[in-house]
């Protein structure tokens, strides 16, 4: 039986694509890519955003960097591509950063900057819930795996 595939931020498969420069890669890659033929994107990057970047926060339906700069459509830009290549891969779930104004799942940065969590989901997320692709964040990564395995 061939395996389902798996939309994937880039950074958790240790691409250095994060506003920062670094990679989020996670424990479990391995494991990961036993279970499913993972599809990594990074939908700042698709955006058109650089790497690296001025950090961003979701505030409201709007992208800010810290500076004040409005780069809401090139997070939009980044969710519209990002929904077509889970489309078109038929990826049925995402595993996605956590806490990302993109790829943020549950909670997300306020957009004080702060690092204050509230309730709320990134842009991309956003698109990819409106196409019932489920959503898991490294948080519960556990769950996604657990899920395969079931299977």
């Known amino acids: 039986m061939s395996k389902p595939n798996l939309l994937i931020s880039e950074c958790l498969c240790g691409v250095c694509c994060r506003y920062d420069g670094v990679h989020n890669k996670i424990d479990c890659l391995e494991e990961l890519k036993s ?8 939908p700042e990057v ?5 790497t690296p970047r001025p950090p961003a926060e979701r505030i409201g339906n709007r992208v800010q960097t810290r500076n004040g700069i409005d780069v809401t459509e090139q997070f939009k830009r980044g969710a519209e591509l990002a929904l077509a290549i889970a489309i078109d891969k038929n990826c049925l779930c995402a595993l ?11 909670e997300i940065y306020d957009g ?16 990819l819930l409106q196409h019932n692709i489920q959503i898991y ?5 556990q769950d996604l795996i657990k899920h395969n395995s079931d299977d």
């Open 35 to 42: 279970l499913y033929n993972l599809i990594p994107v990074c």
């Open 46 to 50: 698709l955006g058109g955003l650089l």
């Open 96 to 106: 996605l950063k956590a806490k990302s104004p993109s790829c943020g799942y549950g």
């Open 112 to 127: 004080t900057f702060t690092r204050t969590l509230v309730n709320g989901v990134g842009v991309t997320s956003e698109f």
């Open 137 to 141: 964040t490294e948080k519960n990564v």
